[in-house]
């Protein structure tokens, strides 16, 4: 995005975004975090999912939040992809309205019918388990058709054209266009939610722990896929793991996250080579 100065534009801009699960109480922040060591308030028992995330997400590219389980970062895609509300903070996203147009929404505040036309035309989502990427009643080109009539596309034929291709781009045979994601292994159920999620040409595209529980050897290729698939659409990308070699191969800038807090940012090759805060250092050594 370009702004009236001809400067570039992030296309993500999130400042102090917060997310409590529970009544909350005015302690909630003081009492959790990296001092404290929990993201469970004593006082009241509310859950601080997110404190204070910010960040920008710049076109075409990739950032990595990394965290063990419970550090927040899949709270943050939720947030992101609208399936969940802030409970304080924003996130603008700029983009363009379907006449062109240049539009900025607040992720943290949008709601109704222009939080259901950011999912079907202008986010992706693909999820560590395909179960909540996919509709395993229908077959895998259904899933990308769903995806297409959503985002408003009219033609059967092509509907038709477009599910081809992108099987075809994930490296999906098409003689298997019409068999239901349950027919298919672990590895190339991700091949299809990411031709599901590619399907409206999102501008934004959320990774969830995309390669986890795969073989080496599955992972490896998909993670391949994801980087030429980057390349050639431009789209930017949150890669949300627990995997210090995901986050190596694919960012280029990277958020560590724990108990709810970014404890560390900055280049991915900077923060792995050279890591400041002892939780990164753990994450780090333990890789090792």
């Given at each position: 995005?370009?702004?009236?100065?001809?400067?570039?534009?992030?296309?993500?801009?999130?400042?102090?975004?917060?997310?409590?699960?529970?009544?909350?109480?005015?302690?909630?922040?003081?009492?959790?975090?990296?001092?404290?060591?929990?993201?469970?308030?004593?006082?009241?028992?509310?859950?601080?999912?997110?404190?204070?995330?910010?960040?920008?997400?710049?076109?075409?590219?990739?950032?990595?939040?990394?965290?063990?389980?419970?550090?927040?970062?899949?709270?943050?895609?939720?947030?992101?992809?609208?399936?969940?509300?802030?409970?304080?903070?924003?996130?603008?996203?700029?983009?363009?309205?379907?006449?062109?147009?240049?539009?900025?929404?607040?992720?943290?505040?949008?709601?109704?019918?222009?939080?259901?036309?950011?999912?079907?035309?202008?986010?992706?989502?693909?999820?560590?388990?395909?179960?909540?990427?996919?509709?395993?009643?229908v077959s895998a080109g259904g899933n990308i058709a769903e995806r297409l009539l959503c985002a408003g596309e009219g033609s059967f034929a092509a509907v038709r054209r477009r599910a081809l291709g992108l099987l075809a781009r994930t490296?999906?045979?098409?003689?298997?266009?019409?068999?239901?994601?349950?027919?298919?292994?672990?590895?190339?159920?991700?091949?299809?939610?990411?031709?599901?999620?590619?399907?409206?040409?999102?501008?934004?595209?959320?990774?969830?722990?995309?390669?986890?529980?795969?073989?080496?050897?599955?992972?490896?290729?998909?993670?391949?896929?994801?980087?030429?698939?980057?390349?050639?659409?431009?789209?930017?990308?949150?890669?949300?793991?627990?995997?210090?070699?995901?986050?190596?191969?694919?960012?280029?800038?990277?958020?560590?996250?724990?108990?709810?807090?970014?404890?560390?940012?900055?280049?991915?090759?900077?923060?792995?080579?050279?890591?400041?805060?002892?939780?990164?250092?753990?994450?780090?050594?333990?890789?090792?």
């Amino acid at each position: 995005m370009i702004d009236h100065a001809g400067e570039p534009q992030p296309i993500l801009d999130a400042a102090g975004l917060t997310r409590i699960h529970g009544r909350g109480c005015p302690d909630c922040l003081a009492l959790t975090g990296d001092g404290p060591g929990t993201n469970i308030c004593p006082r009241c028992r509310s859950v601080v999912a997110l404190a204070g995330v910010s960040f920008r997400l710049w076109p075409g590219e990739i950032l990595g939040v990394m965290g063990e389980s419970g550090s927040g970062k899949s709270s943050l895609a939720r947030l992101l992809h609208l399936d969940d509300r802030a409970t304080a903070g924003q996130a603008w996203w700029r983009g363009e309205d379907d006449d062109g147009s240049a539009l900025r929404l607040d992720l943290a505040a949008t709601d109704g019918w222009r939080a259901r036309w950011l999912r079907d035309r202008r986010l992706g989502m693909v999820h560590q388990n395909p179960h909540l990427g996919l509709n395993f009643a229908v077959s895998a080109g259904g899933n990308i058709a769903e995806r297409l009539l959503c985002a408003g596309e009219g033609s059967f034929a092509a509907v038709r054209r477009r599910a081809l291709g992108l099987l075809a781009r994930t490296e999906v045979p098409r003689g298997r266009v019409d068999h239901k994601p349950g027919q298919f292994s672990g590895g190339m159920q991700q091949r299809v939610q990411i031709a599901r999620a590619l399907a409206p040409q999102p501008s934004l595209l959320l990774l969830d722990e995309v390669t986890t529980g795969l073989d080496c050897s599955v992972q490896a290729r998909i993670l391949d896929l994801i980087l030429e698939i980057q390349r050639e659409t431009g789209v930017a990308m949150v890669v949300v793991t627990h995997d210090l070699g995901v986050v190596r191969l694919l960012a280029g800038r990277t958020l560590v996250m724990r108990h709810g807090r970014v404890v560390e940012s900055g280049l991915t090759d900077q923060i792995l080579e050279d890591p400041q805060h002892p939780y990164t250092q753990q994450l780090v050594s333990a890789a090792l």
